[in-house]
């Protein structure tokens, strides 16, 4: 599986959009790239996934580098229930789902 | 569906005793994995079921941890005898197909303590 790499925390103000960075330069053609959310006491919860083409959903919307290098996810109105860990995983041709340390986001009120 | 079930929620041991957690993936679900978590090493991927055949387990940590997937529905992680750094939060994942290009799943995790 591609490495990736995100910064440990991030803070954002309620109402206002948020952009979590990952980097996975090492990603191959067939990797997927997934984002999960971790809140307190619960386990991960899958938030987005996607190839090549940018990708929304109800809950977020991941925007991926033309070279696929790197890839944003986007929380367009961030609340106070989006206060969690952000996983950004890049799923290999096979099975597996690496977990890295992931970003911690504090959204203030 | 009722998600990914798991149990016990929370669970101390002594040192020594064995240890048995569980899970009930979702129905028709055929891929079942057991994650570790621990504030040091973060989530580790210790196994995975396909079909019920365990197809990786090298994440496993030692003999000491065992994992059994006997039917669709059921599937046991053991460890005997448990130690004080077997402690951490146990998850169990299922998804319906290969993890890399579909959605996984969690449970809400077993709390394992070793005194």
């Known amino acids: 599986d591609a490495k990736t790499t995100q910064p440990n925390s991030m803070e954002s103000n309620e109402e206002e959009p948020v952009h979590l960075p990952c980097n996975h330069s090492t990603i191959s053609g067939t990797d997927y790239i997934h984002w999960y959310l971790q809140l307190p006491s619960q386990g991960p919860e899958y938030v987005i996934h996607?190839?090549?083409s940018n990708v929304n959903n109800r809950m977020a919307s991941l925007a991926i580098a033309e070279d696929r290098k790197s890839s944003t996810l986007i929380l367009h109105r961030a609340t106070l229930r989006d206060a969690a860990v952000y996983y950004c995983?890049?799923?290999?041709?096979?099975?597996?789902?690496?977990f890295g340390k992931g970003t911690l986001l504090t959204v203030n009120p | 569906d009722a998600g990914v079930i798991q149990s016990p929620r929370h669970e101390v041991t002594e040192m020594g005793q064995e240890v048995t957690l569980r899970c009930k993936p979702i129905s028709g679900h055929n891929s079942l994995f057991w994650y570790r978590q621990t504030m040091m090493r973060g989530l580790e991927l210790l196994i995975y079921?396909?079909?019920?055949?365990?197809?990786?387990d090298s994440g496993m940590p030692e003999d000491r941890f065992s994992a059994k997937m006997p039917n669709a529905s059921f599937s046991t992680l053991k460890i005997q005898p448990s130690e004080p750094r077997d402690s951490a939060v146990y998850f169990c994942?299922?998804?319906?197909?290969?993890?890399?290009?579909?959605?996984?799943?969690f449970g809400q995790g077993t709390r394992l303590t070793v005194v």
């Open positions: 995983l890049s799923g290999g041709s096979n099975y597996k789902l690496t």
């Open positions: 079921f396909n079909n019920n055949v365990p197809i990786d």
């Open positions: 996607g190839l090549t």
């Open positions: 994942a299922s998804t319906g197909g290969t993890a890399y290009n579909t959605e996984a799943f």
